[in-house]
Nanobody, 127 residues
Framework: DVQLVESGGGSVQAGGSLRLSCTAS????????MGWFRQAPGKEREGVAVIFTDDGITFYADSVKGRFTISRDNAKSTVYLQMNSLKPEDTAMYYCAAGGSSAWGWLLLHQETQYDYWGQGTQVTVS
């Protein structure tokens, strides 16, 4: 099986930045796309950003456009989420996920069933 391990979370003041990393290992699985999701206390998990690993095409939730950037380093099997201008409402557990369906765009941000593997999450707290 594929294992996804997130890192880089922490506590930061509003307006600050963090960079999350998600490294994949194990299995013989083609990670066609990888996504970052987040779940705040008392709220449903929501899609934040998605990247296609081959061509780097990205999609973002409206709430993070212009502030967050998803990128990948295929040689390191790692996906990053650079988060700038953080707001208290960005506080959440952040998860990365990997999938390989034929879905596109909006579906990948809103349908968790499009993903086959999930990490354990990393906490981001903005005060």
């Amino acid at each position: 099986d594929v294992q996804l391990v997130e890192s880089g979370g922490g506590s930061v003041q509003a307006g600050g930045s963090l960079r999350l990393s998600c490294t994949a290992s194990g299995g013989n699985y083609s990670r066609k796309y990888m996504g970052w999701f987040r779940q705040a206390p008392g709220k449903e998990r929501e899609g934040v950003a998605v990247i296609f690993t081959d061509d780097g095409i990205t999609f973002y939730a409206d709430s993070v456009k212009g502030r967050f950037t998803i990128s990948r380093d295929n040689a390191k099997s790692t996906v990053y989420l650079q988060m700038n201008s953080l707001k208290p409402e960005d506080t959440a557990m952040y998860y990365c996920a990997a999938g390989g369906s034929s879905a596109w765009g909006w579906l990948l941000l809103h349908q968790e069933t499009q993903y086959d593997y999930w990490g354990q999450g990393t906490q981001v707290t903005v005060s």
